[in-house]
């Protein structure tokens, strides 16, 4: 049997789990996020528009386009686990560099003197770049 015109009289009732329904018209507030230690944005946006730095032998391509900051990877730079090194450790990469840097099979060692090169090179072009001057 089919209802013709059937017409709800009430709102059916919102699921706590769907969405943001939980949260409509409560009094709570959202927390901003906190801000990681040593996040500096001018850093992170002096590596856009570069080169490559990292340059590693048989996986970086000859045009990058796809340029980010890589984060070192050593403890003496801030690195733990779930933590990232602070932003002034980043030199521009590929993404194909940058995924050799943190998931390739490379020894320890070799990752760190490929980055640590890198570094040494970009880091008086950064500075020049955002008018730091150089310790």
Not at 6 to 18: D, E, V, W
Request: net charge positive; charged share 30%.
């Amino acid at each position: 049997m089919k209802r013709t015109g059937f017409k709800r009289s009430a709102p059916a009732a919102l699921s706590p789990f769907s969405g943001n329904a939980a949260l409509h018209g409560t009094t709570f507030k959202r927390k901003s996020r906190k801000k990681r230690e040593g996040h500096d944005k001018r850093m992170l946006d002096a590596c856009r528009g570069e080169n490559c730095y990292l340059r590693v032998p048989g996986v970086c391509p000859s045009t990058a386009e796809t340029v980010v900051p890589c984060h070192s990877n050593e403890q003496e730079h801030g690195k733990g686990m779930g933590i990232k090194a602070r932003d002034e450790f980043t030199v521009p990469g590929c993404f194909a560099c940058h995924a050799w840097l943190d998931q390739g099979s490379a020894p320890r060692e070799e990752k760190f003197s490929v980055w640590r090169a890198a570094y040494r090179a970009w880091e008086p072009v950064r500075a020049a770049k955002l008018s730091i001057e150089v310790v």
